[in-house]
């Protein structure tokens, strides 16, 4: 199975923030006898992150995001793989009502751009996250992509590995 990774932040570029996700689903892989055959880091830059996407399409079958799912203006991840898939966004009530109960557990009201994170594209399926507000997105099958997975996990590490553990190694 051809494998790729691609960790997204602009923070990622620098020297002072190391890309450990990778590094971190690289060795859970390696426990199942798989590996990357490819391992990017690109910043928030649009046009790059959808020639990347575009490009990981055509070569891999599964493809592993980390990044790029929170609710501020530079996180485009899910929009630009819907964009690159020709898929809509909708909101996902589920993902809408675990975003309410997160902030109710701590006595707060949401901001308004959190909702950004209930938006789920078409044919893909919203990850719970049990420890954050950004859900992870799996795609399999995707249209014209037959035998392709994309998933996508927030870029903070420790929602990254449970969602990981628990969601996606299964």
Known sequence: MRIEAIAIGTELLTTRRTDTNSVW???????????????????????????????????????????????????????????????????????RADILAFYASRGRTPPEINFKQALVPVGAEALPNPVGTAPGILWENPKGFPGTRIVLLPGVPREMKRMFTEQVLP
């Open 25 to 95: 689903i690289g060795e859970r892989l390696a426990m199942l006898g798989l590996a990357f055959q490819r391992k990017t880091c690109v910043g928030d830059d649009p046009d790059a992150l959808a020639a990347l996407f575009q490009e990981a399409l055509d070569r891999s079958e599964l493809v592993v995001c980390t990044g790029g799912l929170g609710p501020t203006f530079d996180d485009v991840t899910k929009e630009l793989w819907a964009g690159v898939l020709g898929a809509s966004l909708e909101e996902d009530p589920e993902v």
